[in-house]
């Protein structure tokens, strides 16, 4: 198998395209930076090629300086995050160092600063004192300390600074952008367009102020040797006092088409970091809560926990006595400062007994309404149940006739609030189907939306890619076929109904799991079976060009589940193995097989084996963190004789991988949710054995 590795710019995208799809592929000879060499002499029908590429920037699209600066977490030394005017930016402190890091961390193909390019800026500054300049960044040779480019502001002026190197050793050329005022207390993007002697500068998206000089910018600006410096010029004279939003370079062209008109153009982005773009409350409701501290320019409650309304909304109340700092969401609490928690140990919280034994579990929270769970039970009637959390339990809310639901899946789009079931088995009626349910406000209930025709459905998975929304169905098999396709469908807004968009063969598919990485969007199948054996692939596909094209295939036993989690910057996929059976290799026991932990390598873009772990029948694994520490819980369901097995939670251990820190009893264990609410952090688990599901909360200390 021929490993590519491929470094995408402009020219060379469009292979991307043609070579995704041939599965048969051509060895190479050579390879350089954004060249592929195709060995033409050797090529060998049956090889199969493997095209992998690389996720750095492309010549042509943005380079974030800002997001390369500034961890993802934005949490760091010196750095500050202020919400403002209800947007975000950092604010960075003189005492600690600038943040900066070396240009050849943006200049990956060559160390050339590109000859024409625009520079986006959004920055807040309260005020300047006359005669006064603060720097936005600089680019500086280190040995020299040349500014090569530059940009600064004072009370009125817009200095574009940069290095030329036409006479002697070089000298600084300066281009002024005049009566402009930038400290006024506001949000404003900048867009600066360079092309040869013409400067242009575009601010809130009004017309440009347009410069043209005598000596053009370099042709060819050698950036060996230079470190990008984030508000400041490397020194403490002339630092950057305000907050900064947006930070990019666009190379190659003027970034004002891209980006302007705007509907806020005050806050018109082209890129920004991901931490700065979040909402106080994240609305994924099935995942970890995820929050960062930061500060705002909002009221901050003291003394014993004060009511939290629709009045309160996105104020912040801190409790002197716990240290906690807490967010109102409008309904409730959201604990904003859970660094410093530990995981001790989990405790019996609620034996929640269940009209039959449940399969998939759902946890999500309707604004302003409440945290709710969605069971996919195996009795038709009453059905699958909606609880709601009251009073610190989960209480039936709602039934729901279902026909052996595998799944819910909550989704949202735009206002609307959807909850889709995967029906495993037939209606009354001999019908297959899977049905989306509407959240009706004024009625407080779902109620059927959109029936879909599935085959023995086992999962949905529900995404969205540049606004548009998606649903994929795991079509599990058809009788006694289980190589059939699964289907992905488009949410069609015109007919506010969702149709079909692409049909993928699939191998009695289980899960599906959609995640992006940088900007690409992936989706991986969890393949089971295909008719004789486990022992099959499971697949990756990557959107390119308007649908999804095979990235990856992984050797996966009776696959269940797909998980991705983030450990700071590293991405992992863990596969729940469930069973491994193959006529040619019978297993003395073909249940207790390792599940497997991949994670994404870089520089051979591709998920690689990180870490293999013993289970028993595992149907799910479930990723959560408790303060700074990250776990993975996984759902073991049988060891080949029993359905009292252990289900095991790992915490994250750096070097070591994953280590088990707690066994816990459970039957035929199905699935695991995490969820938190203001009084603590919790997980639940299914049966698919026994009509009890078990609510279980995390103690920390
Ligand atoms: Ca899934
Ligand atoms: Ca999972
Ligand atoms: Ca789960």
């Known amino acids: 198998?021929?490993?590519?590795?491929?470094?995408?710019?402009?020219?060379?995208?469009?292979?991307?395209?043609?070579?995704?799809?041939?599965?048969?592929?051509?060895?190479?000879?050579?390879?350089?930076?954004?060249?592929?060499?195709?060995?033409?002499?050797?090529?060998?029908?049956?090889?199969?090629?493997?095209?992998?590429?690389?996720?750095?920037?492309?010549?042509?699209?943005?380079?974030?300086?800002?997001?390369?600066?500034?961890?993802?977490?934005?949490?760091?030394?010196?750095?500050?995050?202020?919400?403002?005017?209800?947007?975000?930016?950092?604010?960075?402190?003189?005492?600690?160092?600038?943040?900066?890091?070396?240009?050849?961390?943006?200049?990956?193909?060559?160390?050339?600063?590109?000859?024409?390019?625009?520079?986006?800026?959004?920055?807040?500054?309260?005020?300047?004192?006359?005669?006064?300049?603060?720097?936005?960044?600089?680019?500086?040779?280190?040995?020299?300390?040349?500014?090569?480019?530059?940009?600064?502001?004072s009370m009125n002026k817009l200095h574009f600074l940069f290095w030329s190197k036409d006479v002697f050793n070089g000298w600084q050329s300066r281009v002024t952008f005049r009566g402009i005022t930038l400290a006024d207390n506001r949000w404003h993007t900048l867009i600066m367009a360079v092309s040869g002697q013409s400067f242009s500068l575009t601010i809130d998206c009004n017309m440009s102020l347009d410069v043209v000089v005598s000596a053009p910018f370099p042709a060819s600006l050698n950036t060996y040797g230079s470190r990008f410096y984030i508000g400041s010029r490397k020194r403490l004279k002339g630092a950057f006092s305000g907050l900064l939003r947006q930070l990019v370079l666009l190379p190659g062209s003027d970034a004002t088409p891209r980006i302007c008109p705007s509907s806020n153009p005050k806050l018109a982005v082209l890129s920004i970091p991901t931490v700065l773009q979040e909402l106080p409350v994240k609305p994924e409701s099935n995942e970890v809560l995820v929050t960062y501290p930061y500060e705002a320019d909002m009221k901050v409650n003291l003394g014993v926990r004060p009511p939290c309304t629709k009045a309160e909304n996105a104020q912040f109340w801190f409790d002197a006595s716990r240290r906690g700092l807490y967010l109102c969401d409008g309904l409730q609490w959201i604990s904003m400062l859970e660094a410093k928690?530990?995981?001790?140990?989990?405790?019996?919280?609620?034996?929640?007994?269940?009209?039959?034994?449940?399969?998939?579990?759902?946890?999500?929270?309707?604004?302003?309404?409440?945290?709710?769970?969605?069971?996919?039970?195996?009795?038709?009637?009453?059905?699958?149940?909606?609880?709601?959390?009251?009073?610190?339990?989960?209480?039936?809310?709602?039934?729901?006739?279902?026909y052996q639901a595998q799944a819910w899946r909550y989704f949202t789009i735009g206002k609307k609030i959807f909850l889709a079931v995967a029906n495993f088995e037939q209606n009354e009626n001999s019908q297959e189907l899977s049905v989306i349910y509407k959240w009706n406000p004024k009625k407080q209930k779902f109620f059927v939306y959109q029936r879909i025709a599935t085959h023995s459905a086992r999962d949905w998975e529900s995404f969205q890619i540049g606004g548009e929304a998606f649903l994929v169905v795991a079509n599990h098999r058809q009788g006694d076929n289980h190589n059939i396709n699964s289907i992905i469908y488009k949410w069609n807004s015109r007919t506010a109904l969702?149709?079909?968009?692409?049909?993928?063969?699939?191998?009695?598919?289980?899960?599906?799991?959609?995640?992006?990485?940088?900007?690409?969007?992936?989706?991986?199948?969890?393949?089971?079976?295909?008719?004789?054996?486990?022992?099959?692939?499971?697949?990756?596909?990557?959107?390119?060009?308007?649908?999804?094209?095979?990235?990856?295939?992984?050797?996966?036993?009776?696959?269940?589940?797909?998980?991705?989690?983030?450990?700071?910057?590293?991405?992992?996929?863990?596969?729940?193995?469930?069973?491994?059976?193959?006529?040619?290799?019978?297993?003395?026991?073909?249940?207790?097989?390792?599940?497997?932990?991949y994670?994404?390598?870089?520089?051979?873009?591709?998920?690689?084996?990180?870490?293999?772990?013993?289970?028993?029948?595992?149907?799910?694994?479930?990723?959560?963190?408790?303060?700074?520490?990250?776990?993975?819980v996984v759902a073991n369901s049988f060891d080949g004789v029993s359905f009292?097995?252990?289900?095991?939670?790992?915490?994250?251990?750096?070097?070591?991988?994953?280590?088990?820190?707690?066994?816990?009893?459970?039957?035929?264990?199905?699935?695991?949710?995490?969820?938190?609410?203001?009084?603590?952090?919790?997980?639940?688990?299914?049966?698919?054995?026994?009509?009890?599901s078990k609510v279980l909360k995390l103690k920390t200390y």
């Open 498 to 597: 969702f149709e079909i968009n692409q049909t993928i063969p699939t191998s009695g598919a289980y899960d599906w799991e959609f995640f992006t990485i940088g900007p690409y969007s992936f989706l991986v199948v969890a393949n089971t079976f295909n008719g004789t054996s486990t022992k099959i692939h499971s697949h990756i596909y990557i959107w390119l060009s308007g649908m999804f094209r095979l990235f990856q295939s992984i050797l996966t036993f009776g696959a269940a589940d797909w998980e991705v989690f983030h450990i700071g910057d590293r991405i992992f996929l863990a596969v729940a193995n469930s069973h491994s059976y193959d006529p040619r290799t019978l297993l003395h026991n073909s249940y207790s097989i390792n599940s497997t932990i």
């Open 599 to 632: 994670e994404l390598n870089i520089t051979a873009q591709m998920f690689v084996k990180f870490q293999d772990i013993l289970t028993f029948s595992a149907l799910d694994w479930e990723f959560f963190s408790v303060g700074e520490d990250s776990f993975l």
């Open 1 to 153: 198998m021929a490993a590519l590795v491929f470094k995408p710019n402009a020219e060379n995208l469009q292979p991307i395209k043609t070579l995704m799809m041939s599965s048969t592929g051509f060895p190479f000879s050579k390879l350089e930076s954004s060249e592929i060499h195709i060995d033409i002499a050797q090529y060998d029908p049956a090889a199969y090629l493997t095209l992998m590429f690389n996720f750095s920037a492309t010549d042509l699209r943005p380079l974030d300086i800002l997001s390369e600066g500034v961890p993802s977490s934005g949490v760091q030394p010196g750095i500050r995050m202020v919400q403002v005017q209800g947007s975000r930016g950092f604010l960075f402190s003189t005492s600690v160092g600038p943040p900066s890091f070396p240009s050849s961390q943006l200049f990956i193909n060559c160390g050339l600063f590109p000859e024409e390019f625009s520079i986006v800026v959004t920055l807040k500054v309260t005020s300047i004192p006359p005669k006064k300049n603060e720097y936005i960044f600089t680019l500086i040779e280190e040995k020299s300390d040349n500014v090569l480019v530059g940009l600064r502001y």
């Open 341 to 402: 928690k530990r995981l001790d140990y989990v405790e019996e919280y609620q034996n929640l007994i269940t009209t039959s034994e449940t399969m998939g579990l759902e946890t999500f929270v309707i604004p302003k309404v409440g945290l709710f769970m969605a069971t996919a039970n195996r009795k038709t009637q009453p059905g699958s149940a909606i609880y709601k959390w009251t009073d610190g339990k989960f209480e039936p809310y709602q039934y729901i006739t279902t």
């Open 644 to 692: 009292s097995v252990n289900s095991v939670i790992y915490r994250w251990q750096g070097y070591e991988g994953f280590v088990a820190v707690h066994s816990l009893p459970t039957f035929g264990c199905r699935d695991w949710e995490a969820f938190n609410t203001t009084a603590g952090s919790y997980l639940i688990y299914s049966s698919a054995k026994e009509p009890i």
